[in-house]
């Protein structure tokens, strides 16, 4: 793929309730942005009342990954959509589906997964201006966190200002889950493209690269390229699916937590996004470090030709 393509465009790095009883994700999420006129406002991307389709919700999330989440205001009104994107989708998917969890692990699986951009180490190279190696992945795990850290102190902060207003706390549930695939979302774009920088991407088709890369995130660790060949699959098993699932509630888990008053939510949801991302890319460096092909976690190491692959979406899953 051409580095001037939209997705290569798209790859660079930009980040019990009070007053009734809590309402699932299928609340609505309030509208984001400011004043008519200004960037992110009635008129703005996220403010549409046309329910979204599944696939949106997936596109929506790679846009916030893309150069479209960089800026504050752009990012705001994407998540704000994504917000009630989801709302649609939870009211259209089965209480009971929702409630275990399977509703959001499909939709993470099937929607958002497929479309999260993946740049290769030559295009990563040039984008962190010649970068390689140890210092490469030591940027790569710092601008996810960043990213992580900025999309939860967003969420917390809206929780805050509802933890003051009763009657706006029953909308937070759709913003978190929204927070909460974007981060997902981010880290798993960081495990992808830290393979990438050591040279062991997953083996196999497009299908089982996807399955294997959301497989480590929910295991946290790297993929052992040498025996990964025979294990991953194109879909996701039932032992795989439950482990996402799992993984998926907690961190939704921890973002509830964020649900305080004044600005405690937004100083927690992004204190505790940065630490848990930093430990993501620190486990799976180590792993990934004792893998690697010689040479290929240092800096320095090797040449990039320019014009390389450029960036490309995890293939979709059946």
């Given at each position: 793929m051409s580095d001037d393509t939209p997705v290569d465009r798209a790859g660079g790095d930009p980040a019990e309730e009070p007053g009734?009883?809590?309402?699932?994700?299928?609340?609505?999420?309030?509208?984001?942005?400011?004043?008519?006129?200004?960037?992110?406002?009635?008129?703005?991307?996220?403010?549409?009342l046309e329910p979204a389709s599944d696939a949106e919700v997936g596109a929506l999330v790679g846009r916030i990954l893309g150069e479209e989440g960089a800026d504050p205001?752009?990012?705001?009104?994407?998540?704000?959509?994504?917000?009630?994107a989801l709302a649609g989708s939870a009211r259209a998917a089965r209480s009971s589906g929702v409630a275990t969890g399977k509703w959001v692990t499909d939709?993470?699986?099937?929607?958002?997964?497929?479309?999260?951009p993946v740049r290769d180490r030559a295009t990563l190279v040039r984008h962190h201006k010649g970068l390689e190696g140890e210092d490469l992945a030591e940027a790569l795990v710092r601008n996810a966190a960043n990213a992580t850290t900025t999309v939860g102190a967003a969420g917390?902060?809206?929780?805050?200002?509802?933890?003051?207003?009763?009657p706006l706390l029953l909308t937070a549930p759709a913003q978190l889950v929204a927070e909460t695939l974007v981060v997902a979302a981010i880290e798993v774009k960081l495990i992808a493209e830290l393979h990438e920088v050591y040279e062991s991407p997953a083996p196999g088709s497009g299908l089982q690269r996807t399955s294997g890369y959301?497989?480590?995130?929910?295991?946290?660790?790297?993929i052992?390229?040498?025996?990964?060949?025979?294990?991953?699959s194109v879909t996701l098993g039932a032992a795989a699916k439950a482990a996402l699932r799992k993984r998926l509630l907690r961190l939704l888990g921890r973002h509830l937590t964020t649900l305080g008053p004044y600005l405690t939510g937004a100083l927690a949801g992004g204190t505790l996004n940065r630490a848990a991302t930093h430990a993501l890319g620190k486990s799976v460096r180590a792993d990934l470090r004792k893998r690697a092909l010689p040479g290929a976690a240092?800096?320095?190491?090797?040449?990039?030709?320019?014009?390389?692959?450029?960036?490309?979406?995890?293939?979709?899953?059946p």
């Amino acid at each position: 793929m051409s580095d001037d393509t939209p997705v290569d465009r798209a790859g660079g790095d930009p980040a019990e309730e009070p007053g009734g009883p809590a309402q699932g994700p299928g609340s609505p999420a309030p509208e984001a942005g400011g004043p008519a006129g200004e960037p992110g406002a009635a008129e703005g991307p996220g403010t549409d009342l046309e329910p979204a389709s599944d696939a949106e919700v997936g596109a929506l999330v790679g846009r916030i990954l893309g150069e479209e989440g960089a800026d504050p205001k752009r990012r705001a009104g994407l998540i704000g959509r994504l917000a009630r994107a989801l709302a649609g989708s939870a009211r259209a998917a089965r209480s009971s589906g929702v409630a275990t969890g399977k509703w959001v692990t499909d939709l993470f699986a099937n929607e958002i997964a497929p479309r999260i951009p993946v740049r290769d180490r030559a295009t990563l190279v040039r984008h962190h201006k010649g970068l390689e190696g140890e210092d490469l992945a030591e940027a790569l795990v710092r601008n996810a966190a960043n990213a992580t850290t900025t999309v939860g102190a967003a969420g917390g902060a809206l929780a805050a200002v509802q933890f003051t207003a009763p009657p706006l706390l029953l909308t937070a549930p759709a913003q978190l889950v929204a927070e909460t695939l974007v981060v997902a979302a981010i880290e798993v774009k960081l495990i992808a493209e830290l393979h990438e920088v050591y040279e062991s991407p997953a083996p196999g088709s497009g299908l089982q690269r996807t399955s294997g890369y959301l497989a480590a995130w929910a295991r946290k660790r790297g993929i052992d390229p040498t025996k990964a060949g025979e294990s991953l699959s194109v879909t996701l098993g039932a032992a795989a699916k439950a482990a996402l699932r799992k993984r998926l509630l907690r961190l939704l888990g921890r973002h509830l937590t964020t649900l305080g008053p004044y600005l405690t939510g937004a100083l927690a949801g992004g204190t505790l996004n940065r630490a848990a991302t930093h430990a993501l890319g620190k486990s799976v460096r180590a792993d990934l470090r004792k893998r690697a092909l010689p040479g290929a976690a240092k800096p320095g190491a090797g040449t990039v030709e320019p014009g390389g692959r450029g960036t490309r979406a995890l293939p979709k899953a059946p």
